[in-house]
């Protein structure tokens, strides 16, 4: 189905006029960034970037591979000579003006979200503040990456530990979070003394070139920071043979997770990975109704339910059941969809049209094994990739949709009797990110959150996300943490060193 003719050129009227004025501010870049200089890919090509909510092309940006890749990671691994030898301080102040122009900037940037995304302006906006937050976690942690002294067991012997940069990092990020995916990577990297190559996703490269314009405008030195996209697999293999990347983080599929954990092993790279989820979320007979439903929208449909933590099960127990699927279908009939620059939209379109054919089938499982379409279950009337809000109720653990990860506004119920039988099913899975529970029950909060399997526990909130925790998985979630001081950890290597003879003068 076609969108109607008005709201078609509504929608692209604003997209232009969007495009037009960033161009203008030039935060509108189609070159990569190797070495402090915008350059084209060696052979000429390009790709086209979509707006997800017409199918319009907006621009062509370079489509670069493993040579300009490896350009780029000469250029880190020059920078990373001097920028990992000047101070911590110095660091930081380089990093604190680059949040400053992200705030100064963050209109623009997160209309560049919404354009390449489709995400709703307004959460747009909210990628900006967290995004930028780790930059400026990041500037103020600079100051606090402390070594060790240890008691020596010989008396003319000092011993202590140090903390120092891993050296030249892969950062390779997904289109869902086209700003905080980078900094969240970015951010810890430099404030540590490591250079980058950011590798964006070919989906959504114009705000991760807005953000490295702002880094050259806040100073950060040639090399420091580096941009490529396009060809994925060439840019990937370019950074795991390269002795000279020395790790690779990633956020993004776990399938493509594994390959990158298998090919980093040839060099011995250090590797964090943020992978997929399949994050329950578990109402129980005594909560609260109103939160419940309040952070269940939050946990599942935010970002059209796009995100690596959204809700893709909703456990409820059978006691409350019938009250929070009644309470759960008013709220969420009442969600407008919409292009994300329209007044009052929550919903914007899937990235592309897999997505929605993903979509359709774990749908199309689902009912044929029993479940029910309380609301939606279809592709929506606006056309393009815009999906109807969806709830489906009676799905149990052997559907498809509560085995894969639907990544899309598809709110499944499933009813359970016992906690017990709640943490069983929740467990039951291959993943372990996010996962949420509400209950007014102060023990039962600890005992479910200390038994779900999972790096993440929100409990009665569906938004958990935040620069000064650590975010990451147990299981096949993925390895290592973004976030906090426990992130800073990532991109640092220990030394220790034992100093003898200390009795002589």
């Not at 060099?267 to 269940?296: H, M, R, W």
């Amino acid at each position: 189905m076609q969108i109607q003719p008005p709201l078609a050129q509504k929608i692209s009227t604003d997209a232009r006029s969007v495009t037009s004025q960033l161009n203008s501010s030039g935060l509108l870049r189609t070159q990569g960034l190797i070495g402090g200089r915008w350059s084209d890919a060696s052979d000429g090509k390009t790709i086209k970037v979509y707006n997800p909510a017409t199918g319009e092309s907006i621009v062509d940006v370079a489509c670069m591979g493993g040579k300009e890749t490896k350009d780029a990671i000469s250029a880190a691994y020059d920078a990373y000579g001097s920028w990992s030898k000047i101070t911590a301080a110095e660091r930081s102040k380089f990093l604190r003006k680059w949040y400053d122009l992200l705030m100064t900037h963050k209109e623009e940037l997160a209309q560049l979200i919404t354009l390449e995304q489709g995400k709703p302006l307004k959460e747009s906006l909210g990628e900006i503040n967290y995004g930028a937050g780790f930059i400026e976690f990041a500037a103020e942690e600079a100051k606090r990456i402390y070594g060790d002294i240890i008691p020596a067991p010989l008396s003319d012997r000092r011993l202590f530990v140090l903390k120092q940069p891993v050296g030249v990092v892969g950062a390779i990020t997904p289109w869902n979070f086209p700003l905080a995916m980078i900094t969240r990577k970015v951010g810890p990297a430099l404030a540590c003394g490591c250079t980058v190559v950011i590798k964006p996703s070919e989906l959504t490269p114009l705000t991760a070139l807005a953000a490295a314009e702002l880094s050259i405008q806040a100073g950060i030195p040639a090399g420091v920071v580096n941009v490529v996209m396009g060809d994925a697999p060439d840019i990937g293999n370019a950074l795991l043979t390269s002795p000279q990347v020395r790790k690779i983080t990633f956020t993004g599929s776990t399938a493509v997770g594994k390959k990158l954990m298998a090919g980093s092993a040839e060099t011995v790279k250090k590797v964090s990975l943020e992978l997929g989820g399949n994050a329950p979320c578990i109402v129980f007979d005594d909560a609260d109704l109103d939160v419940a439903v309040k952070g269940t929208l939050a946990a599942k449909f935010r970002n059209s339910g796009q995100t690596c933590v959204c809700a893709n099960r909703i456990l409820v127990q059978e006691g409350i059941y019938e009250k929070f699927a009644n309470a759960l279908l008013d709220a969420v009939q009442n969600m407008k969809v919409g292009d994300g620059f329209s007044e009052g939209v929550v919903q914007g379109p899937l990235i592309n049209e897999a997505a929605v054919k993903k979509v359709d089938s774990l749908i199309h499982d689902a009912t044929s094994k029993g479940a029910k379409v309380i609301l939606g279950g279809k592709r929506h009337s606006l056309g393009f990739t815009f999906y109807e809000p969806t709830i489906i109720g009676d799905v149990n653990s052997e559907m498809l949709l509560s085995r894969e990860e639907a990544f899309g506004p598809v709110a499944p119920l499933l009813r359970f009797k016992t906690e017990e039988d709640a943490i069983r099913i929740a467990n039951d899975t291959n993943a372990g990110l996010g996962s949420y529970v509400f209950t007014n029950s102060i023990q039962r909060s600890w005992r479910v959150a200390e038994a779900l399997e999972y790096g993440l526990v929100g409990v009665n909130e569906g938004v958990i996300s935040t620069e000064v925790a650590p975010f990451g998985g147990f299981k096949q979630s993925g390895l290592g943490r973004e976030g906090s001081k426990y992130g800073m950890d990532e991109y640092l290597e220990i030394k220790y060193v034992c100093l003898g003879n200390m009795s002589k003068a």
